[in-house]
């Protein structure tokens, strides 16, 4: 598409939430490694799902910038940051990063209701409406480690969590297609 509807503060909004996108699918893949480095396969499955949902939000602005006419520029993606250093400080890290994404959402939105452009609105829109589940499942996350000791979880308590992610792995491939009680 050659011609250009997007304008340049969008655009720039745009490319730059595709790469929060992308820096997000390396922090859950980082994570997914390290959950699994550390014995919790069903962690790590539970992550790896994620980084690979993550990297199609990517696309999905991707797609739109191009649709739209607009350029986008594929970057380099920041590293992820440390290691959890439990699954405690795990949890709270991906509900963190959600609560962060979401509000990086919010400004384009916003930015796209100041402009009225309603195309860009519209699109984000889905967006929004992920962000409520992805926070949810953030939620559910961290209810069941704290339910499991929080910071203090050992053993048995960790063992059962890490299998219950584990179990649901076969009947959900994406986690946008992930509720609450079918994580
Ligand atoms: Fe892209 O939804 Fe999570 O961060």
Same mark, same amino acid.
């Given at each position: 598409m050659k011609t250009n509807r997007l304008s340049e503060k969008?655009?720039?909004?745009?490319?730059?939430?595709?790469?929060? $996108?992308?820096?997000?699918?390396?922090?859950?893949?980082? #994570?997914? *490694?390290? *959950?699994?480095?550390?014995g919790f396969s069903g962690i790590a499955n539970f992550l790896f799902r994620h980084? *690979? $949902?993550?990297?199609?939000?990517?696309?999905?602005i991707l797609e739109y910038i191009l649709n739209r006419g607009a350029k986008a520029k594929v970057i380099a993606i920041p590293a992820p940051a440390n290691d959890p250093i439990s699954v405690n400080n795990c949890f709270e890290k991906v509900f963190k990063h959600e609560i962060d994404n979401t509000n990086s959402? #919010?400004?384009? !939105?916003?930015?796209a209701l100041v402009e009225e452009d309603w195309a860009t609105?519209?699109?984000l829109q889905w967006f929004v409406k992920?962000?409520? $589940?992805e926070e949810n499942l953030?939620? #559910?996350?961290?209810?069941?480690?704290?339910? *499991?000791?929080?910071?203090?979880?050992?053993?048995?308590a960790l063992y059962q969590l890490d299998k219950d992610? $584990?179990?649901?792995?076969?009947? !959900?491939?994406?986690?946008?297609?992930a509720t609450t009680t079918n994580p």
């Open positions: 969008l655009s720039a909004a745009l490319n730059e939430q595709m790469t929060k $996108e992308a820096h997000a699918s390396q922090i859950y893949l980082s #994570y997914a *490694a390290w *959950a699994d480095n550390n980084a *690979a $949902e993550e990297r199609n939000h990517m696309m999905k959402i #919010y400004k384009v !939105v916003k930015m609105w519209n699109f992920e962000q409520i $589940e953030a939620n #559910y996350l961290m209810d069941k480690i704290t339910l *499991a000791g929080g910071e203090n979880a050992k053993g048995d992610l $584990e179990k649901t792995s076969g009947e !959900v491939k994406l986690a946008q297609d």
